[in-house]
């Protein structure tokens, strides 16, 4: 099981380079592409970006790190505005060069987010249309790199700041939709998300079962926002969703998904920020792989 985790707050601080090499420094065997800049001046959006992305498997051949997942831009569509074409234009794009970059790089997963436009609960029948229509747009792409769609759970936020139900928050949803858009596609299930907006995640994860569940993102919460903290450092149980992980035999990589634990540190601190969030995701992996009876 690969440990990875996104490169950009290190990419911001180091440049994209050398931070892969403190990323596999820290203990980590994978990195996740995280690709939320859709700026024109992107290297990835422009002419000669397979010769970019050569640059990167360099330096990955050289400190022995792989990108194991992408994570495409976002917000995925904004939708019955006018004025928004041109935006949904441009993050058709470039979640497609994400798609292609992420098999370029030999990634497995491509993890996008669902629209979120409207209030779920109150247009779900047209919000699902919708998101039926733009996750098919991408499969043929998917499938021709390589790699697999993953759909995240969503939370959206009422008017009064209240974290409510959104596309893929229930467990009987969410498996609808990986059932629904077929073998180009694959649930990564947000630990974060579900604990704020959804059932328990164990719950969650014994309802998508190991054939359906092929991505994490990870991090922690209290329980009432959505902070991406570090695990064990706020409210979730670990241990009930590591054991379930186990049980349901997750065959996918462990992906964390926590840079507000790097928070305001100074540039000289942030490799040891990085170890130390390796070694956590490495003991909840251990856990992972001891409950199975495999060797750690």
Same mark, same amino acid.
């Given at each position: 099981?690969?440990?990875?985790?996104?490169?950009?707050?290190?990419?911001?601080?180091?440049?994209?380079?050398?931070?892969?090499?403190?990323?596999?420094?820290?203990?980590?065997?994978?990195?996740?592409?995280?690709? @939320?800049?859709?700026?024109?001046?992107?290297?990835?959006?422009?002419?000669?970006?397979?010769?970019?992305?050569?640059?990167?498997?360099?330096?990955?051949?050289?400190?022995?790190?792989?990108?194991?997942?992408?994570?495409?831009?976002?917000?995925?569509?904004?939708?019955?505005?006018?004025?928004?074409?041109?935006?949904?234009?441009?993050?058709?794009?470039?979640?497609?060069?994400?798609?292609?970059?992420?098999?370029?790089?030999?990634?497995?997963?491509?993890?996008?987010?669902?629209?979120?436009?409207?209030?779920?609960?109150?247009?779900?029948?047209?919000?699902?249309?919708?998101? @039926?229509?733009?996750?098919?747009?991408?499969?043929?792409?998917?499938?021709?790199?390589?790699?697999?769609?993953?759909?995240?759970?969503?939370? *959206?936020?009422?008017?009064?700041?209240?974290?409510?139900?959104?596309?893929?928050?229930?467990? =009987?949803?969410?498996?609808?939709?990986?059932?629904?858009?077929?073998?180009? @596609?694959?649930?990564?299930?947000?630990?974060?998300?579900?604990?704020?907006?959804?059932?328990?995640?164990? *719950?969650?994860?014994?309802?998508?079962?190991? =054939?359906?569940?092929?991505?994490?993102?990870?991090?922690?919460?209290?329980?009432?926002?959505?902070?991406?903290?570090?695990?064990?450092?706020?409210?979730?149980?670990?241990?009930?969703?590591?054991?379930?992980?186990?049980?349901?035999?997750?065959?996918? =990589?462990?992906?964390?998904?926590?840079?507000?634990?790097?928070?305001?540190?100074?540039?000289?601190?942030?490799?040891?920020?990085?170890?130390?969030?390796?070694?956590?995701?490495?003991?909840?992996?251990?856990?992972?792989?001891?409950?199975?009876?495999?060797?750690?």
């Amino acid at each position: 099981m690969l440990v990875s985790t996104p490169i950009g707050v290190l990419k911001k601080n180091f440049g994209i380079h050398e931070a892969l090499r403190i990323l596999a420094r820290a203990g980590f065997t994978a990195f996740d592409l995280t690709v @939320f800049d859709i700026d024109e001046d992107n290297p990835l959006y422009n002419e000669g970006w397979q010769g970019y992305l050569d640059t990167i498997l360099d330096v990955c051949r050289e400190c022995g790190i792989v990108c194991n997942q992408a994570h495409a831009p976002f917000t995925s569509r904004k939708i019955e505005v006018p004025k928004n074409e041109w935006y949904n234009t441009r993050i058709q794009e470039c979640i497609i060069r994400t798609i292609e970059a992420a098999g370029y790089l030999g990634a497995k997963v491509v993890v996008v987010h669902p629209i979120t436009y409207k209030r779920y609960r109150d247009h779900k029948e047209f919000m699902d249309e919708k998101n @039926f229509e733009f996750f098919r747009s991408l499969g043929p792409h998917a499938h021709k790199a390589g790699v697999k769609i993953g759909v995240e759970n969503m939370l *959206q936020v009422d008017d009064d700041g209240k974290i409510i139900v959104a596309p893929c928050s229930d467990p =009987d949803d969410f498996c609808r939709y990986i059932d629904t858009l077929g073998e180009d @596609f694959t649930a990564c299930l947000d630990i974060g998300h579900c604990a704020l907006n959804g059932p328990r995640p164990a *719950q969650m994860i014994h309802a998508l079962g190991a =054939d359906r569940l092929g991505a994490l993102h990870v991090h922690d919460n209290d329980g009432k926002r959505d902070i991406h903290q570090l695990p064990y450092h706020m409210a979730i149980d670990w241990d009930e969703i590591l054991d379930a992980l186990a049980d349901v035999g997750y065959r996918g =990589d462990f992906t964390l998904e926590a840079d507000t634990f790097y928070g305001r540190l100074p540039k000289e601190l942030l490799e040891d920020a990085a170890g130390h969030m390796a070694k956590v995701s490495h003991h909840m992996v251990n856990h992972i792989l001891t409950r199975r009876g495999e060797t750690t």
